[in-house]
């Protein structure tokens, strides 16, 4: 099993998310972490902003990969997202972003965020997967692409 399926369930997929900006994007990761790790919202969206701040997390292509380290967080968790419409990223290709897969860490991760940072690199560096994820119609199809996806496919 790939390293993003041993850390994004399907209830930690949010397709069509209707959000207009990275602030409310942070703010519904929040507090779905909130719902489902029981760490606080707040906690969440300062790590996530925090990391953002010291450079933009979008990729280009229409992807971003938000990640931060949550005080009180166990293991690492992941999240994806495709929003219903493409919001400002300052990605290096100056393209808005629509799949961002947000990776929350332990405050003491080891390099295994590094690992997982890296494969999801590798899986949206192949513009097949990107157009997939955009029309996908379900969680599912969703989780499927992401944790079936191999590097056989490039």
Not at 104 to 117: F, G, I, K, M, R
Request: charged share 20%; hydrophobic share 40%; glycine share 8%.
């Amino acid at each position: 099993m790939s390293l993003i399926g041993k850390i994004l369930t399907q209830d930690h997929i949010l397709p069509d998310l209707d959000v207009a900006s990275k602030k409310r994007v942070f703010e519904q990761v929040g507090l779905l972490i909130e719902n489902t790790h029981g760490i606080a919202r707040s906690e969440i969206f300062d790590c996530l902003f925090a990391r953002e701040k010291l450079g933009s997390t979008g990729l280009g292509q229409g992807v971003a990969i938000p990640h931060g380290r949550a005080r009180g967080l166990k293991e690492a968790a992941g999240v994806f997202i495709r929003l219903k419409n493409p919001i400002p990223f300052d990605a290096p290709d100056g393209k808005p972003v629509q799949s961002l897969f947000v990776l929350l860490v332990p405050e003491q991760a080891t390099d295994l965020h590094l690992q997982v940072l890296s494969e999801l690199a590798q899986l949206f560096s192949s513009k097949q997967l990107r157009e997939q994820l955009l029309s996908a119609t379900s969680r599912a199809d969703l989780y499927q692409l992401l944790t079936g996806w191999n590097t056989n496919h490039a």
